[in-house]
């Protein structure tokens, strides 16, 4: 499906707040919310740190369509069942 809205790029900044061994977490300047990305989709020469400022160009989403993937949909809720599964189990150690 292609897209009904022309692209607008935007100049986007944020501030590392979190690092981890496969993402990085980022607060968006200006309130506009919380992003975590992949380790291999960070471009840099310096080695990470919190507080770290990133820029980037992006654009707004777009819902592409009414219909749920299905695939994903089922796959997320077989994830959340698992995890459900596994706190229950751990809780049950702890007794």
């Excluded at 960070?42 to 160009?57: A, F, I």
């Amino acid at each position: 499906m292609a897209l009904k809205y022309g692209d607008k790029i935007i100049y986007m900044e944020g501030v590392i707040v979190e690092i981890h061994d496969g993402c990085v977490a980022v607060d968006l300047k200006g309130r506009l919310g919380y992003l975590r990305v992949p380790m291999r989709m960070l471009l840099t020469d310096y080695e990470l740190k919190v507080g770290q400022e990133v820029g980037w160009n992006m654009s707004f989403p777009e819902q592409l369509g009414p219909e749920v993937n299905d695939k994903y949909f089922s796959n997320l809720d077989a994830y959340k069942k698992r995890q459900a599964e596994m706190k229950a189990k751990n809780s049950e150690k702890e007794d």
